[in-house]
């Protein structure tokens, strides 16, 4: 119903809205599973962490903890190279469930 001219700027109204509400449906589940995926993966293969709990509150400091891991090459082979990008894989499939859900479908 709205003027051609403004036809993109409803859209990408209607979509930034999708978004929020996406994120006020999923959001939480998704900071709390990243939270709890990294934590078991820091404690199962960095026996330096091994004390981290999987709190959402936690989860800025424990994606810094992940990145001095990988940087250190903790996880650069074997069994703890699997987990990672299993980890990584489902942690991007839950974000982009919320930002572009249509990325997710097979072509």
Same mark, same amino acid.
């Given at each position: 119903?709205?003027?051609?001219?403004?036809?993109?700027?409803?859209?990408?109204?209607?979509?930034?809205?999708?978004?929020?509400? *996406?994120? =006020?449906? @999923?959001?939480?589940? +998704?900071?709390?599973?990243? #939270?709890?995926?990294?934590?078991?993966? $820091?404690?199962? %293969?960095?026996?330096?962490?091994?004390?981290?709990?999987?709190?959402?509150?936690?989860?800025?400091?424990?994606? *810094?903890? =992940?990145? @001095?891991?990988?940087? +250190?090459?903790?996880?650069? #082979?074997?069994?703890?190279?699997?987990? $990672?990008?299993? %980890?990584?894989?489902?942690?991007?499939?839950?974000?982009?469930?919320?930002?572009?859900?249509?990325?997710?479908?097979?072509?």
């Amino acid at each position: 119903m709205l003027p051609k001219d403004r036809r993109y700027v409803g859209l990408m109204i209607g979509n930034v809205i999708g978004i929020a509400v *996406r994120e =006020l449906q @999923a959001g939480a589940l +998704a900071l709390a599973s990243e #939270a709890e995926r990294t934590s078991r993966l $820091l404690a199962a %293969h960095d026996t330096t962490l091994r004390d981290i709990h999987g709190g959402v509150g936690e989860l800025p400091e424990l994606r *810094r903890s =992940l990145c @001095a891991a990988i940087r +250190a090459g903790r996880f650069d #082979a074997g069994e703890a190279r699997a987990a $990672l990008m299993s %980890h990584l894989g489902k942690s991007t499939a839950d974000w982009v469930a919320i930002s572009n859900p249509k990325a997710l479908r097979p072509a």
